[in-house]
């Protein structure tokens, strides 16, 4: 199971907790990113879709925030680095369009479209240019294209259910950034061959203790209660920094969580992606000796493989080599007074990510309630989307 | 040629000034990025060897921070989106290391290792193992890697003369995140087949523009000034957003030239690396409705190609949509009384990105006078560096 090592937090050590009362106000909210990963009949439909559909070559998601970053985090962490049959569409850039179908063959391709309102702009728009694409080359829609949404009628659903395509509903109450768990996460994933069982394990484990009212034992509540408390005395930011090429996505996912959960009302705390080694020689000199207004939350690898041996200039391993720079800039941000905190996790694996996914999910809420915000909703980006509406029909 | 648009940014007009002054102050800090844009002759050397090494399938850069963040950009601007010719070995994961060994063949591949001081330890690490490893499977170490060092004599320098590589100079005064228009970042991008005299055609233009001491006429100071004269009102943080998908990485090489140049002596602006209209479905909820703590620092392209019609839910193509989301979350931004700014561009291009880069450059040199900042060392990073070694000698 992953740890936390608080020590050098620069706060005093909390005083235990009873939790109950934060727990409750959370179930009050009613949201389902830590019990509908029970559902075990959206496995069985994803493992028999995945079992039919493998022969695909390339599987392409027309999908935006929410609905792509889960699963960019998952191909990224457990798959290949190398990989090139996830292909996945978080924009609407003509010339990404362009140079996909330059490497993409129609016959050999799967398209997944994500939107859980049904009505997002961007996915509608990637909807409709694909699906005549699919056609005018001749090959049925509804082998081609499966469809991911809520489960109300909406217009991505009125199409799926005329064009008679595959359709998984997103559960009513799981938002777009805690969904990588649901069938928008799990289905690209099984494409792919991660093992999506071993997730849903890990993120129940972390579930279990997220529902702990013990506070020494909720992981959760202490990564919410850290950023929470930081952020009172000045740490405006949270930059996440993984020792770990495989959870550079990670960052990404975090940031989108983060950032949607609690920036509102004129409160909230930035997120910022980072990575280890890499942003040693990026951004370290800003994080030692720039202004003293962020959190660094680390995630270390204890056991990272495979073996490498470098002979020269010292003899080591690369990864013992990454372990000694993770321990330096730990030990540099804290003596130059930088709050930084360590999660501890065995190695990348699908049982881990899982139990990261819920770390983050649960300690989230957790800071919801804490900054006394509503964790759940978005109201802040209605605007730029009612003014990109209008200006479309003009 | 790039434009600047300040309307947005809540700053009143910049009265007229000028900038002898700064440009001088900027000129006795020596340093080459403005002027080593004129060597001809490293142009020459470049072209040559291309010619010479067209044959490589793969091309793998070891090296790191700015020896690797120049290159990404250039690959990922300029470059096609599925381009898998270059690999930028930016960290020192091991499984990094591993996944790039089963995708290469050592027959058809070049290295080139890259670092200024030749005593990089991650760098040097990488040259070790794949030095080894190209000589164990039966090639001529100096037909597989090449070397980017400089001038004085160093540790790499003293392997790559022994082992007889080929080894190119980086110009002494030219520091690592202000290097993408040496050897460093040119080297790789015309090995992928990048126009570098255009690259260099549109840096001269801009270079012209730095140093004009009319501050009407002169962008980066003009952008040096916003994001200083808003730093001083609590916009601590600068937000790049370009709208377009190939300009992610410019995003990427903009963080460390604004955090390692001005994050110090506990001052500093927090770069963010953000996308349009991606991020519109992650952080704008954070961006209109969190803390107002925030610049935002738009790139518009006005002429986004190719041309890819929509036919539903409105009749559009996907550069018009772009454009549209963009002015929606300019308009959006101002309306909350967010400072924003754009910088609009015809189209990404060799010339207008060599256009961009020297915009930032002069643009950080500006602001580190502006800050009182020398924006040209990094003392920050020393402490880790010096960590890492102590713990590797044990």
């Known amino acids: 199971m992953i740890e936390l090592n608080l020590e050098n937090s620069t706060l005093e050590e909390a005083k235990e907790e009873d939790l109950n009362n934060l727990l409750e106000k959370i179930h009050t909210r009613k949201q389902g990113f ?19 559909n493998s022969d695909f070559e390339h599987i392409v998601i027309c999908g935006i925030g929410g609905s792509a970053l889960g699963a960019i985090c998952l191909q990224q962490s457990l798959g290949h680095l190398y990989m090139n049959k996830l292909h996945v569409l978080d924009n609407v850039d003509p010339v990404m369009i362009k140079e996909l179908e330059e490497v993409i063959d129609y016959s050999k391709t799967l ?31 509804s082998d081609h294209m499966v469809v991911i949404t809520g489960p109300q009628q909406n217009p991505l659903r009125d199409e799926a259910e005329k064009e008679d395509l595959t359709i998984f509903d997103i559960p009513e109450d799981v938002g777009g950034r805690f969904s990588v768990l649901t069938v928008v996460g799990l289905l690209p994933a099984k494409l792919i061959g ?17 529902l702990n009212p013990e506070s020494k034992d909720n992981l959760p509540y202490q990564l919410a209660k850290t950023q929470f408390d930081l952020s009172q005395k ?28 609690v920036g509102k009302d004129g409160k ?24 003293n207004d962020k959190l660094y939350i680390f995630i ?3 056991d990272l493989r495979p073996e490498i041996t470098i002979d020269s200039p010292y003899k080591t391993t690369f990864g013992e080599l990454m372990q000694i720079e993770k321990n330096a800039t730990e030990a540099s941000l804290t003596k130059s007074g930088r709050p930084n ?3 501890l996790v065995d190695s990348v694996t699908e049982e881990t990510l899982g139990q990261l996914f819920l770390l983050f999910e649960g300690a989230t809420a957790f800071l919801g309630e804490l900054m006394g915000i509503n964790a759940f ?9 009612n003014l990109t509406k209008k200006a479309l029909l003009k």
Do not use: C
């Open 34 to 52: 830590y019990y509908t990963i029970d559902d075990d009949q959206v496995i069985e439909k994803i493992n028999r879709f995945a079992k039919e």
């Open 111 to 141: 398209f997944i479209v994500i939107t859980k309102s049904g009505g997002t702009i961007e996915t509608l728009s990637q909807y409709n240019y694909f699906s005549n694409k699919i056609k005018e080359n001749g090959y049925e829609l």
């Open 377 to 385: 909703d978005q109201p802040g980006v209605e605007l730029s989307k």
């Open 194 to 210: 991660i093992d999506i069982e071993k997730l849903i394990k890990g993120a129940k484990e972390m579930r279990d203790v997220f």
């Open 300 to 302: 270390e690898i204890k």
């Open 234 to 261: 000045g740490k405006v930011m949270n930059v996440l920094m993984p020792y770990s090429q495989k959870l550079v996505k990670f960052a990404d996912w975090f940031r989108q969580l983060l950032a949607e959960s």
């Open 341 to 343: 905190i360590t999660i």
């Open 268 to 291: 909230g705390i930035t997120p910022i992606n980072s990575l280890g080694v890499t942003d040693q020689h990026s951004q370290l000199q800003l994080y030692n000796d720039g202004p």
